[in-house]
């Protein structure tokens, strides 16, 4: 018996596929999900999502967002994902550059729209996100 996990973001589906465990970072801590869980519902943190399957290891970078576990399912709802073997921290240093500029120059605006400054704060949180992950001598 498996688990079958979805990660999807507000732009794709960032992963689908079966698995042994999941973990997952929650508000609670981080939960290890086995087949036969019991239901839940909690808010994942930004951090590191390690789907195992036999051998194989998938690693996720997430921001935050939902985990739902029902029956044998898993889930993930977030902002952003990312495969961590497709960080390039080279890019994530340039879109925080964008983000903080252009945070700085919204700041400054009163008739700038919330949603807009909560997309770029979104941003720099995912970049730190996945520039601890993948940092010399990170996690990986």
């Known amino acids: 018996m498996s688990l079958t996990i979805e990660i999807v973001t507000p732009e794709r589906?960032?992963?689908?596929?079966?698995?042994?465990?999941?973990?997952?970072?929650?508000?609670?801590?981080?939960?290890?999900?086995?087949?036969?869980?019991?239901?839940?519902?909690a808010i994942v943190e930004p951090g590191e999502i390690i789907v195992v399957n036999g051998t194989a290891t998938e690693k996720l970078v997430v921001d935050k967002g939902f985990v739902r576990v029902l029956g044998d399912t898993v889930s993930i709802l977030t902002e952003a994902a990312i495969d961590e073997n497709k960080i390039d921290l080279d890019a994530v240093a340039e879109?925080?550059?964008?983000?903080?500029?252009?945070?700085?120059?919204?700041?400054?605006?009163?008739?700038?729209?919330?949603?807009?400054?909560?997309?770029m704060e979104q941003i720099l949180r995912f970049a730190a996100v996945q520039k601890l992950i993948k940092r010399p001598g990170g996690r990986n």
């Open 13 to 41: 589906k960032a992963f689908s596929g079966p698995a042994d465990s999941v973990i997952v970072p929650t508000a609670e801590g981080q939960i290890d999900v086995l087949p036969g869980h019991i239901p839940l519902t």
């Open 95 to 119: 879109a925080e550059k964008r983000a903080e500029a252009a945070l700085n120059e919204a700041r400054t605006h009163k008739d700038i729209d919330p949603a807009e400054i909560e997309k």
